[in-house]
């Protein structure tokens, strides 16, 4: 398998730190607000590689993380009349369901800043005694000029992305790209640390929590592309200093997603809320929609590509109905996973999903003309579909009968074979109310 490595800039052959197992930490959300749908692309994204990794067989362990201490949090707090810890509680519950309706709630761990300040404050202390963390009046920043890899992950120079990025001016500071470990204040919810009250800086929370999860390194560390910088390049520096390592072997970023030509964000008031696009539509469409465009390009979200997913989505659910159908008449009830070759070229070439979705569309088409001609292989085509739907993280049902649906559907067919329409319609309806048709 091969994966686009942020890193290197390079598409590299995937090799696990420790053969068979992989350790792979996603970033997760600051839990202040409902998820809109972009938040939810590295969600699906990388849901869809830890469930093929687990198909190759991996022994995966999958972390994703809530930071349930920030500015955000007390802002909203105050606006809703709530505490931080209500607030973030809330958020927390709401996204959880998100990621059960989204058929995203395979993670192993789901950890809370607010559960590792302890570690978080052993962390920066050893950063401190190190030299490459320095205290002024309670904030402690991390020294960026002792990282001479800084900039690796951006692919840019310290003088780079001082000039082009937009850096906190704060006269504290040795270096503008110098970040807070540590900040002081008085406002809201705060912590006792080593240096007085405050909350921890952003970029620290993470690597604290995959060290203490899986150790100094990891397999495999994701997000969206916006938190390449500063956010991952910093979580590198601190690792660099500590533990001289990069954190992760291979560094993923999906990419943003517009709507109608323009980025999402919350800013711009041109979001979806996650909890409520699923009102609508049902989540196999929005994960038809991003799987349409390989994850690391921009995704631009419109009308017309909702239309699309929601064709794909109805062409697969039919086709697998018809299929439930005879395979049930049949009392064949086989289904397993069934490997294709095919699938797994595209997918070992860096999660191309875009080939896998007309590798889906073209099974689909075989299984038609297996059902019309009453073929052999269509328990095979059925398995190879929803063994790749599954792999995506798309939801097919394949119930079984009861034997009155048996002889209900039996009877339908014999009508319509009479010509007694009156009687195949009546059938038909029930069918269609039990959700065989």
């Known amino acids: 398998m091969r994966i686009y490595n942020s890193l290197t800039d390079k598409v590299e052959e995937f090799k696990p730190i420790n053969e068979g197992k992989v350790t792979m930490y996603v970033c997760g959300p600051t839990v202040y607000n409902y998820v809109h749908i972009g938040n939810m692309r590295p969600v699906i994204t990388f849901d869809m590689v830890y469930k093929y990794l687990k198909y190759l067989g991996y022994d995966v362990k999958y972390a994703s993380n809530y930071t349930d201490i920030n500015p955000k949090i007390t802002k909203a707090a105050e606006a ?118 405050g909350i921890p800086g952003w970029h620290t929370e993470c690597v604290v929590m995959i060290n203490k999860l899986f150790g100094d390194k990891i397999d495999i560390h994701a997000g969206g592309v916006d938190l390449k910088f500063p956010h991952h390049e910093n979580e590198i520096a601190q690792s660099i200093a500590l533990n001289n390592n990069y954190i ?136 190879k579909i929803l063994t790749i739907t599954n792999i995506l993280g798309l939801s097919y049902s394949m119930p079984e009968f009861t034997e009155k649906q048996k002889e209900t559907y039996n009877n339908w067919i014999k009508a319509r074979e009479d010509k007694d329409f009156a009687l195949a319609d009546t059938l038909r309806e029930k069918l269609v109310k039990e959700n065989i048709l």
Request: net charge negative; hydrophobic share 35%.
């Open 80 to 197: 809703l009349g709530m505490t931080e810890r209500e607030v973030a509680n809330k958020f927390i519950k709401a996204y959880e369901e998100d990621l059960k309706n989204y058929n995203c709630s395979n993670i192993d761990y789901r950890p809370r800043v607010i559960n590792y300040l302890d570690d978080i404050f052993n962390f920066i202390s050893k950063l401190i005694e190190k030299d490459y963390a320095y205290v002024v009046d309670g904030d402690v920043y991390f020294r960026v000029s002792k990282i001479k890899d800084y900039g690796i992950l951006s692919n840019q120079s310290i003088e780079e992305l001082i000039s082009g990025s937009r850096v906190d001016i704060d006269e504290k500071k040795e270096n503008p790209l110098d970040f807070a470990l540590w900040r002081k204040t008085t406002e809201g919810e705060t912590f006792t640390s080593p240096w007085g009250e």
């Open 248 to 383: 992760a072997n291979y560094w993923m970023h999906n990419g943003h997603i517009n709507i109608n030509n323009v980025k999402m964000s919350k800013s711009l008031n041109n979001f979806i809320l996650a909890k409520d696009f699923i009102k609508e539509h049902s989540a196999n469409v929005i994960k038809l929609a991003f799987l349409s465009t390989n994850y690391r390009q921009p995704l631009n979200l419109t009308d017309k590509v909702f239309d699309e997913a929601l064709i794909i989505d109805n062409k697969i659910k039919t086709v697998l109905k018809s299929a439930n159908n005879e395979l049930n008449i049949k009392n064949i009830h086989n289904i397993k996973e069934e490997k294709d070759s095919t699938f797994e070229e595209y997918m070992n070439d860096d999660f191309n999903t875009p080939n896998v979705i007309t590798l889906l569309l073209s099974l689909v088409k075989d299984l038609n003309q297996e059902i019309r001609n009453k073929g052999n292989n269509i328990l095979t085509l059925t398995n």
